[in-house]
């Protein structure tokens, strides 16, 4: 029988009784902070709070009877168990027969009922879907009240951490350099002014850094800029004597983060205003509205132009970042030796193996922070893709089955992400086919060549395919963009092969890095993924169009015990040992105990 968990439904009951105090029907909870962050500082955990779930995606909506939480395929297995007795339906996303929240609210709302929701933390596009898909129904938001304020009486403070300054040398470019290419584009957009609120292009552009985000380098802020004036929110306290040196050279005005709205209701722009209403939050861009209407200018929704300059690399940047992966894989790998040397020999956890890795990579030099908490997940629990054990609950790790590790680190020079599934004691022969399938779509991915102008979905199916051909899918992305030591995904570029509705699909440009990851997971047995991080690289130009190709950035073995060559194609084989040769080459003179070189030879070993 399942057990009521009383603490959440104590919380829903409170959060119910401010919701009609404040007369709300209906309190809809994302999983973001004011910028539409991935990640989000505890602060801002609100549907945590209030349901339990802790992925990093989710969306709960709460009304007088009724609550309910949507939530990604990556997610069902870990939703299903977090929301056990607190009264909270799961609702599967894309999902047969599974309404989205809009059909949800639509068929559920009363006419003349209040949505209520905290309008800093939903994006304007989110919103004004919202305000349109219900106002049929003649429903209004009230968007003002964080009614988290009202019941979570031990709420984590706003983070308020110091900012610190990159130097040009390390960034490639000043940000009077990137703030001049910023302006072009706000010029070919015909706008004067220009509202930026997405925290890691803020940084990107001001070649400053913060730690207001967990494993995500990036300050709490907001950036106004006009033809003359860069404006700078942040909170004050954050603003350490060299920052405020930084800014005064580089005439960047600095203003306290909470000064944002006011500022916006004293301006009186002389031109038409940028914004972006993926990453401005609705209660701003009401604000912003309100501003263009009453001066007669027009508010232009355009994607960020900061965007897309972030996810070309330059010179410098991709200088670095080689260099750094190259370190990261040799780091790795010397984890993957310790690993498959003491696993059922030790006592070692998904925990203490975890610690072990991030102790391992902190040692390297110009290292800052992990770039996600590090997954490590043994055997079954790895068929939950985003799994996270913890030091009360975790698994022991024996000399039997398989350890899934995706981790990562933020350095001074790059961002990482790396994923390998390690052999640790005898597999079965399904395990053997499912692992083969999953690094041949990889390899095969990553030699793809591809006319400039193709998408993420494009070249998706080189990485499905081998698994689709057993009728296996995983349900995420294949590939995701990674920023300079800025966030672990970055947009706009992602490999996928459908996308929801209204979502973005990018081209493939040289300068951009992207992940390669496919994966299996047998609810109960089993879990494998296999990332690599590639670059694009331009190739040959001829009559037809420019080629694209990728270059590998990752170079760590592939277990050898997990593969059965029966299951692959002799190109499929030859993309392997091609494979180990650059890894043993690239890695080899970053590994100086004798031991792993002995063990990395054999583990590369031409098949």
């Not at 916006?264 to 912003?288: A, H, M, Q, S």
């Not at 400039?452 to 963009?481: F, Q």
């Not at 990752?554 to 059965?564: F, R, S, V």
Request: net charge negative.
């Amino acid at each position: 029988m399942e057990q009521e968990n009383t603490v959440i439904k104590q919380r829903l009951s409170k959060l119910r009784e401010a919701m009609k105090a404040a007369g709300i029907d209906y309190y809809l909870m994302p999983t973001s902070d004011f910028h539409n962050s991935e990640y989000s500082a505890d602060f801002f955990k609100v549907r945590e709070y209030f349901c339990g779930f802790d992925g990093s995606n989710g969306t709960l909506v709460v009304s007088a009877d009724e609550a309910g939480l949507w939530t990604d395929g990556r997610y069902f297995i870990q939703a299903e168990n977090q929301l056990a007795g607190t009264g909270v339906t799961l609702f599967r996303m894309m999902e047969a027969g599974v309404p989205t929240i809009d059909e949800y609210l639509l068929a559920n709302m009363k006419e003349g009922q209040v949505l209520g929701f905290d309008g800093r933390v939903l994006s304007a596009g989110i919103g004004q879907r919202y305000e349109k898909e219900l106002a049929p129904k003649g429903v209004s938001l009230k968007i003002d009240k964080d009614l988290a304020e009202e019941v979570w009486t031990e709420r984590p403070a706003l983070p308020c951490h110091d900012m610190y300054v990159l130097s040009d040398e390390l960034c490639g470019q000043s940000f009077k350099q990137k703030l001049e290419t910023v302006r072009s584009r706000m010029k070919e957009y015909g706008a004067e002014h220009y509202l930026l609120s997405k925290l890691d292009d803020i940084m990107w552009l001001t070649n400053l850094r913060g730690n207001d985000v967990e494993c995500n380098p990036v300050a709490l802020c907001y950036a106004y800029i006009t033809m003359s004036d860069f404006v700078l929110f942040a909170q004050s306290k954050e603003i350490t004597a060299e920052v405020k040196d930084y800014c005064d050279r580089n005439g960047i005005k600095l203003l306290d983060y909470h000064e944002l709205v006011s500022f916006i209701k004293d301006i009186k722009p002389e031109g038409n205003i940028l914004f972006d209403k993926r990453n401005t939050n609705f209660l701003t861009y009401r604000v912003l509205k309100e501003l263009a209407d009453a001066s007669g200018k027009t508010l232009k929704n355009e994607k960020d132009p900061t965007e897309i300059l972030k996810a070309c690399k330059n010179e410098t940047e991709l200088k670095n970042i080689r260099e750094v992966y190259v370190r990261d894989s040799a780091k790795l790998t010397e984890f993957i030796y310790w690993v498959k040397t003491n696993a059922g020999r030790i006592p070692m956890t998904e925990y203490s193996a975890a610690m072990k890795l991030d102790s391992m990579r902190a040692e390297l030099p110009g290292f800052i922070e992990l770039s996600f908490p590090t997954i490590s997940a043994y055997n079954a629990n790895a068929a939950m893709a985003h799994y996270e054990a913890t030091e009360d609950n975790c698994a022991e790790i024996k000399a039997q089955g398989l350890l899934l590790v995706d981790s990562g680190g933020t350095y001074m020079g790059g961002t990482t992400d790396v994923t390998r599934t390690m052999v640790v004691g005898p597999i079965s022969d399904e395990i053997k086919r499912h692992y083969t399938a999953t690094v041949a779509g990889m390899l095969r991915l990553s030699k793809a060549n591809f006319l400039e102008g193709c998408s993420g979905k494009n070249v998706d199916i080189l990485a499905r395919g081998p698994l689709w051909n057993m009728g296996i899918d995983y349900k995420h992305g294949t590939g995701h963009g990674i920023g300079y030591i800025l966030n672990v995904h970055e947009g706009p570029q992602n490999i996928r092969w459908r996308f929801a509705p209204g979502a973005d699909e990018a081209v493939l440009l040289p300068g951009m890095i992207v992940s390669d990851e496919p994966g299996v997971y047998i609810e109960g047995s089993h879990g494998i993924r296999i990332e690599n991080i590639l670059e694009v690289v331009a190739g040959d130009e001829n009559e037809y169009g420019r080629f694209l190709h990728f270059a590998h950035l990752t170079y760590a073995p592939i277990d050898l015990e997990a593969i059965d060559t029966s299951y692959m194609t002799s190109e499929d084989i030859d993309n392997l040992n091609e494979y180990h040769a650059l890894v043993y080459e690239k890695i080899s003179p970053y590994i100086s105990d004798e031991k792993v070189l002995e063990w990395l030879k054999e583990a590369t070993r031409a098949l």
